[in-house]
């Protein structure tokens, strides 16, 4: 298994145009990706502007499909025109 | 839900040490808390010595018994011991 933490910072005011971008991607990636375990858009407590993705992907191979899905490619402009800043993106292995 | 994600640097050598530690823990929390839904512990791809806990909780109230636990609290002095410096703890509102 693979994590995922993906840390993004979105230009104040448009929240809400984000979490629906990222809701709609939650939505198509739970309903199409078996191998993706956990895809969750959290907001990082006391900041109005600071999310994360956190993921789980049961294999390599399935964090390497997410990204090439034509609906994740898509979300991409629409992420792009919200962000603050580079998203962070940090890749973890699993300890078990 | 609760997201946390705990940051965890490990002292170079107490890896073996700290990953039976967690692993123990997480096996209790898995068997005990049925509000906690994820806790798993990762490793920072391309480091030696930094590790995540990533974390949800159904709810507040699940957090917080979380910490209340006797062998959350056990734990505490075995991790202390081979922290490789203070855990960086952040919390999360799920975004749904």
């Known amino acids: ?12 005011g448009k929240q809400a145009e984000f979490e629906q971008v990222a809701k709609d991607l939650m939505a198509k990636v739970k309903a199409n990706e078996p191998g993706c375990l ?6 990082t407590k006391g900041s109005e ?3 994360i993705f956190m993921e789980q992907y049961a294999s390599a191979d399935a964090l390497k499909s997410h990204g090439q899905t034509e609906y994740f490619k898509a979300a991409g402009p629409k992420l792009g025109a919200v962000l603050g800043g ?9 300890v078990e």
């Open 38 to 43: 956990t895809y969750q858009l959290y907001k």
């Open 1 to 12: 298994m693979i994590g995922v933490v993906a840390k993004l910072k979105i230009q104040d």
């Open 86 to 94: 580079a998203p962070e993106i940090q890749y973890y292995d699993i």
């Open 49 to 51: 502007t600071d999310y």
